[in-house]
């Protein structure tokens, strides 16, 4: 990570259109997990992780990713 965005160099009056994709930012707390996001990427896995009695690591799957199918279930086109 170098804190810094390489951008083309432009010519003087061309626009430069910039976007960031894919980031996520406030979907879950926007639409609640398995909802529907405005970019339409499913939800994610989620895995906790955690420690039994004995120490040792173990996980669980909380919730399965999101399919195609339920996301066209809740625009209602199936």
Do not use: R, W
Not at 32 to 42: E, M, Q, R, V
């Amino acid at each position: 990570h170098i804190n810094e965005v390489f951008l083309p160099k432009i010519n003087n009056g061309e626009p430069l259109y910039v976007g960031f994709f894919h980031t996520g930012a406030y979907q879950d707390q926007i639409s609640g997990y398995g909802g529907i996001k405005h970019c339409l990427i499913p939800s994610p896995k989620h895995v906790l992780l955690g420690y039994d009695k004995n120490g040792k690591l173990v996980d669980s799957l909380y919730a399965k990713e999101q399919t195609a199918q339920s996301m066209l279930k809740i625009l209602g086109y199936l």
